[in-house]
């Protein structure tokens, strides 16, 4: 059995091995092929919905097709996560009498009525075409002529990968320039969103001072509160005599009303 791993730095984790994981054989379910063989990079979609994942086209190929695995080599979703479905070494099922000519790299999705990829599987697909363009075995895959859609290889009768392929092929091979610009997209905006994040720290550090100067000045309120109560129960023991004083006065008098009243005046 042969296994050819590899490592492709420009995707990172977006590059993922299902190789041992998918149901089917990734390495013998076909024949083993020499990789000078290997003529074109064929460009595919996979003719379902977006949300299908490799298990589910490798069962689908397995089941409705009768093969011992699935027929791509290389998937990519819509997120740009490029999928290591089929040992490269082999030739697998995904174009009829060539298949020891191709790499199979299927887009997942259906891009029939003028649908296209997403931005980021277009670039994901740059970048697999890029590395493979540059791989040392592959002697006679060497320029972005041999990146061809389905449709476009000899004595093919199908529509696949899509109406508008023509144009978007433009973007796969001028992915780099389009990755320059996402990049830059990103940068832009995740520079955006630490600015955001920057003004409300700063907002928030402005609301904090004023709470503190608030709190402060609240307490200081209620210092001048407390000292005038106590300066009023302290002086509180004074006016008391007063009030009493001035009720005795009022007494007094009363008395003395009463008795002019009640006597008679004396007579001289």
């Not at 420009?10 to 054989?25: A, Q, T, V, Y």
């Not at 990789?35 to 086209?57: F, K, M, R």
């Not at 070494?89 to 997403?118: C, D, K, Y």
């Amino acid at each position: 059995m042969a296994k050819i791993d590899l490592t492709i730095p420009s995707l990172g984790n977006k590059f993922i091995d299902l190789r041992d994981i998918l149901p089917g054989d990734a390495y013998n379910f076909s024949w083993e092929r020499q990789l000078s063989q290997v003529n074109y990079l064929a460009i595919h979609h996979t003719g379902g919905a977006d949300s299908q994942t490799p298990q589910d086209l490798a069962n689908e190929h397995m089941t409705k097709n009768g093969w011992g695995g699935i027929g791509y080599h290389f998937l990519i979703d819509k997120d740009g996560f490029v999928y290591y479905v089929g040992d490269i070494s082999t030739a697998r099922a995904n174009v009829a009498n060539l298949n020891e000519q191709v790499i199979g790299i299927g887009l997942i999705g259906n891009f029939v009525a003028f649908q296209v990829p997403t931005e980021q599987q277009l670039v994901a697909t740059h970048l697999l075409c890029e590395f493979l363009l540059n791989y040392p075995d592959l002697v006679n895959v060497r320029s972005w002529d041999k990146v061809r859609g389905h449709k476009e290889l000899p004595d093919q009768l199908t529509p696949c990968p899509g109406d508008d392929w023509s144009n978007w092929r433009i973007k796969i091979v001028e992915g780099g320039s389009d990755l320059a610009k996402l990049t830059d997209e990103d940068d832009f905006q995740i520079a955006d969103l630490k600015t955001q994040i920057s003004n409300l720290q700063t907002s928030l550090a402005s609301v904090n001072q004023q709470a503190i100067s608030l709190r402060l000045n609240l307490q200081d309120r209620e210092q001048e509160i407390n000292e005038l109560k106590k300066a009023a129960d302290k002086s509180l023991p004074y006016a008391l005599p007063l009030k009493k004083v001035d009720e005795s006065l009022t007494i007094v008098q009363a008395l003395i009303n009463l008795y002019k009243f009640v006597l008679p005046p004396r007579k001289e």
